[in-house]
């Protein structure tokens, strides 16, 4: 079942941990590739320093995080990397959930040629276990760009389905994001534990 508008008009921290394990799906050129979704992070709007919309701030890249809850925000980083974010709470409020890694379940082979231009069987150990785990290389592997800046994820191109499952969540620190001051120590990631797309496992994780 397709998740609605109403399921991402809620609290940011709340959509971000029932974000995990839902799929990920694009429809592209006759294909369906689709993800189970294993690592998400929150972004808090105006009073968040890590966020793009902190303190307001309207840009042409940011005015998608002001739209309607379910919108598809990307954007594009070291100039060569998309990022896939999800808009949420409610219109005029910029808030989102960055999609940082998935599993792949659906189109494998095609999301191993849009990354490495081999067959998921042609890939090396290390190939496979990076095809999808951090929010450039599934944006890569699932063909998704800029032009699903504002996607409607209420839709049938980008969106995402409901799956019942049961782990356990990881709520820790978010990555890269040091520029942030007393932000960057914000528990607004969560991921689930043991699944081996996860992006990054910090070593005090690791120990608990």
Do not use: W
Not at 53 to 71: A, I
Not at 120 to 132: A, M, R, S
Not at 193 to 201: E, T, W
């Amino acid at each position: 079942m397709k998740l609605d508008r109403n399921f991402y008009s809620r609290d940011t921290l709340t959509v971000a941990k029932e974000l995990l394990g839902k799929t990920l799906v694009h429809k592209i050129d006759g294909k369906v590739l689709k993800g189970k979704i294993v690592e998400t992070e929150a972004y808090l709007g105006v009073i968040d320093k890590a966020a793009h919309s902190y303190g307001g701030k309207r840009t042409k890249r940011v005015e998608t995080m002001y739209g309607l809850p379910g919108t598809a925000y990307v954007y594009l980083i070291y100039g060569m990397y998309y990022c896939f974010n999800i808009v949420t709470k409610e219109e005029g409020i910029p808030e989102a959930v960055l999609i940082r890694a998935i599993e792949p379940l659906e189109g494998i082979d095609d999301m191993a040629l849009n990354r490495f231009g081999k067959t998921y069987e042609e890939l090396d150990n290390y190939q496979k276990n990076n095809l999808t785990n951090g929010p450039g290389k599934l944006s890569m592997a699932l063909s998704i760009d800029k032009t699903l800046d504002k996607e409607d994820l209420c839709k049938d191109i980008l969106y995402l389905e409901d799956k019942k499952d049961n782990f356990n969540i990881i709520e820790t620190t978010r990555i890269g994001i040091d520029y942030a001051e007393e932000a960057k120590d914000f528990p607004y990631r969560f991921y689930i534990d043991g699944n081996r797309y996860v992006s990054v496992i910090k070593k005090f994780e690791k120990l608990e």
